[in-house]
């Protein structure tokens, strides 16, 4: 069962791999750049989620300052799986195929994929901090993961147990950490100096706007 597997992603990863080596330089280009930047966006969505956290409460807080924290447990635990397995990438193994991306040297194994790993651990630690991040999380997660095997650096079974692995792991560790996250952001919003961090201003109300204005005519 399991040759079989390797069987059909292998010869999905040389189709893909083939059409890959037949696009303008430009192209291929624009995709090896793209592997790591797609990495890139999860910061921004970090950034996001923590920002839109502010206006909720210390636990959309706590799960979005601890994203972060919980895609490097992730990728931890995927090092630690891919240390078990020593399979060899497509570019090491396909050596008449033309890769996009610069081959890693023997002993830099395929499996499971870092990047996968990091990506769906990124995207599933923005999705539990802010749901409404979840289309954009996982459409960037995908496009990484795909474009691994787009520039010949991973089969596609390495890139689906990769975002299998750093998804669950960091669901799993997210949900661990949200109640010690919550208190640990009650005890910082108390400190006047973190406190713009944590908690967004919410705007004053219509009566607390008369107050004012009737303070104000009260003193003129």
């Not at 949200?178 to 009566?207: H, K, Y």
Request: glycine share 4%.
């Amino acid at each position: 069962m399991v040759s079989e597997i390797f069987a059909i992603s292998a010869a999905w990863s040389r189709a893909v791999i083939e059409f890959a080596a037949g696009l303008d330089p430009w192209m291929q280009s624009a995709a090896e750049l793209g592997t790591d930047l797609f990495l890139g966006v999860f910061a921004l969505l970090f950034l996001m989620a923590w920002w839109k956290a502010r206006s909720v409460d210390s636990r959309r807080v706590g799960l979005a300052l601890f994203a972060p924290v919980a895609t490097v447990i992730a990728y931890c635990a995927n090092v630690t799986i891919k240390s078990f397995f020593q399979q060899m990438r497509p570019c090491q193994a396909m050596t008449d195929l033309s890769v996009i991306a610069t081959c890693d040297p023997i002993g830099d194994w395929s499996f499971p994929s870092n990047h996968s790993a990091i990506a769906g651990a990124a995207a599933a630690a923005v999705i539990v901090a802010w749901r409404r991040f979840a289309v954009a999380a996982a459409l960037f997660a995908f496009l990484e993961a795909f474009s691994r095997v787009f520039v010949g650096a991973h089969y596609p079974h390495d890139v689906t147990v990769g975002l299998l692995v750093g998804a669950i792991v960091a669901t799993l560790v997210c949900l661990l950490a949200a109640r010690p996250m919550t208190f640990v952001v009650d005890r910082l919003v108390e400190i006047d100096l973190l406190r713009p961090l944590l908690r967004a201003e919410s705007p004053p109300s219509g009566r607390e706007q008369e107050a004012g204005r009737q303070h104000t005519h009260a003193e003129r």
